[in-house]
């Protein structure tokens, strides 16, 4: 079964998404992504003990950091999946990309394209 989601996604393979860091999130909207969203396996079944919780943490930590900011939390999202649901991860890439199409681009993407004109 061929999984169809939005074009749109860019999808970073880790090992674990206890090795996300706060900093791999902010970068991605640094360098222009409109949203990033992590998922990871579901919780209390990590392989690697307990990085999704620690996944976790540092998507709220981004989130205070994006509002304090004024780019909006709400651009970054948890999600916690088996490898199994295939299907849901397609729905969460829809459902993301179409949050994001609500808020718009990132405004630093936005200030960047004034600053160059």
Do not use: W
Request: proline share 3%; hydrophobic share 35%.
């Amino acid at each position: 079964m061929r999984l169809k989601y939005p074009d749109t996604i860019r999808i970073i393979r880790v090992p674990c998404t206890g090795k996300v860091d706060v900093l791999h999130i902010l970068h991605a909207f640094e360098k222009g992504a409109d949203g990033v969203y992590v998922v990871g396996c579901l919780e209390g079944e990590c392989r690697f003990e307990n990085g999704n919780l620690r996944a976790r943490r540092r998507v709220e930590q981004a989130k205070t950091i994006l509002d304090a900011i004024g780019i909006g939390g709400e651009r970054v999202k948890m999600f916690n999946l088996s490898s199994g649901e295939g299907t849901r991860f397609a729905e969460y890439a829809r459902e993301m990309t179409e949050k994001i199409q609500e808020l718009g681009p990132n405004p630093i993407k936005s200030a960047k394209q004034r600053q160059a004109a």
